[in-house]
């Protein structure tokens, strides 16, 4: 059975939001697709179009770019959650220049007082080069302690490579 928060990272199309749309699809429960992407061109808004038909009816999206936090609070006990994904989740903050120890705090607090399951997609993105401009640097350490923080938290962290699942913690349902 898929536990109460689960982790799955990977790299850029590594295969970590397939991974994890399959894991919440195996529960049978209700399936909530919280959205963290913004649609600022037309690729993104056809990439979301996609991702929705792919996903197929039997999923309520909630698109929640920033208020993720508010977003968890409003899902059922019987609910489980794929929230995809805290990237794009942390990218808005930044470009939104929010106290980001402060929105991750509240995003933790919010992981661990949600009523379903959840299941987190995140990017690794510690294992490139260091990045040449302090945005990028300050992004990838932001990544990267967040990416810590939920997976301390987490009951499963999975990392996807290649489109293979290497278990890093817990047990796969």
Not at 114 to 125: D, L, P, Q
Not at 126 to 139: C, E, H, M, T
Request: charged share 20%; net charge negative.
């Amino acid at each position: 059975m898929l536990q109460k928060l689960s982790l799955i990272l990977g790299g850029a199309s590594s295969g970590k939001s397939a991974f994890a749309e399959s894991l919440v699809v195996a529960t049978k429960a209700p399936r909530v697709y919280l959205a963290t992407s913004q649609a600022f061109d037309d690729e993104m808004r056809a990439k979301i179009a996609a991702h929705l038909d792919q996903r197929g009816p039997d999923w309520r999206t909630i698109e929640s770019p920033l208020d993720t936090a508010h977003a968890l609070s409003q899902v059922a006990e019987s609910e489980v959650v794929l929230l995809d994904c805290a990237t794009m989740w942390l990218s808005n903050h930044l470009l939104a220049e929010s106290d980001i120890a402060a929105e991750q705090e509240r995003l933790l607090t919010a992981l661990s007082n949600c009523n379903g399951r959840i299941v987190v997609v995140t990017n690794e993105v510690g294992l490139d080069v260091v990045p040449d401009n302090k945005l990028a640097r300050q992004f990838r350490d932001a990544q990267g302690k967040l990416n810590q923080a939920i997976a301390a938290q987490a009951d499963l962290a999975v990392l996807v490579v290649a489109g293979l699942p290497m278990l890093l913690k817990g047990e796969l349902p």
